[in-house]
């Protein structure tokens, strides 16, 4: 069935240094790619997404890359800062004519060290 | 603009009975999806309705049901209430389906006693 994997679990990294995030699909119909961050006691929050036809993409400190043929797809935090603390979310969406669905990694709890 | 909105924020149950949930959805937006998210997990895609129709749905029994009105709001029903349905019960908007970008509620915090 339908599959997405999100490693590492918890992430810890020291202001200032970036962090990854890696994520691999299971069904090749997925098409569109977003991370959402979730801040505790939160709601998700879409920070960046990526499309099939597109390999990488760029906004300020974040970036995705998509690797269809491996069906992988990563997060890239650069210069990170406290506020980055929080659990990202991938995410991969299936999408067959009119139906889809949305297929969340578990999470990767990041937290920044001052 | 208006974005999701859900009521209520928070609501204690009893096994075995039914609950409402109800989503309203960001201005403009005309398909909304439901999730279920436990305590330390990501969110479990429950079902997606596009313009009042069910047109895409997770590993959820049919206990769990909806419905989308001509306002594109929705409301989550779920009948015979289990423990493990305790969870923050998330509503996301979105233009259309597919590769549209899902705009969250702040979600239905519900709890089974």
């Known amino acids: 069935g339908e599959n997405v994997e999100q490693h590492p679990s918890t992430l810890s990294v020291q202001e200032g240094d970036s962090a990854v995030i890696k994520c691999t699909y299971s069904?090749?119909?997925?098409?569109?790619f977003p991370w959402y961050k979730q801040e505790l006691g939160k709601r998700p929050q879409l920070i960046i997404d990526?499309?099939?036809?597109?390999g990488e993409k760029k906004d300020q400190r974040i970036a995705v890359t998509l690797n269809k043929t491996a069906k992988h797809f990563s997060l890239h935090i650069t210069e990170t800062q406290p506020e980055d603390s929080a659990v990202y979310f991938c995410?991969?969406?299936?999408?067959?004519?009119?139906?889809?669905?949305?297929?969340f990694g578990s999470g990767t709890r990041l937290s920044i060290r001052p | 603009e208006t974005g999701v909105t859900q009521s209520p924020t928070h609501l204690i149950k009893t096994r075995g009975q039914q609950v409402t949930l109800r989503c309203s959805s960001q201005?403009?937006?005309?398909?909304v999806s439901w999730y279920q998210q436990a305590l330390g997990q990501g969110p479990q895609f429950i079902f997606q309705?596009?313009?009042?129709?069910?047109?895409g749905r997770g590993n959820f029994p049919p206990r769990f049901s909806g419905l989308q009105f001509p306002n594109y709001s929705s409301e989550l029903n779920v009948n015979a209430l289990e423990l493990d349905d305790s969870a923050l019960y998330l509503c996301?908007?979105?233009?259309?389906?597919?590769?549209?970008?899902?705009?969250f509620g702040d979600g239905t915090r519900l709890s089974i006693l």
């Open positions: 069904d090749s119909a997925s098409n569109y």
């Open positions: 990526i499309r099939s036809n597109v």
């Open positions: 995410a991969a969406t299936p999408f067959w004519g009119s139906a889809s669905k949305i297929i």
């Open positions: 996301a908007s979105s233009l259309g389906q597919g590769d549209q970008p899902q705009h």
């Open positions: 309705y596009y313009r009042e129709e069910e047109n």
């Open positions: 201005s403009g937006h005309n398909t």
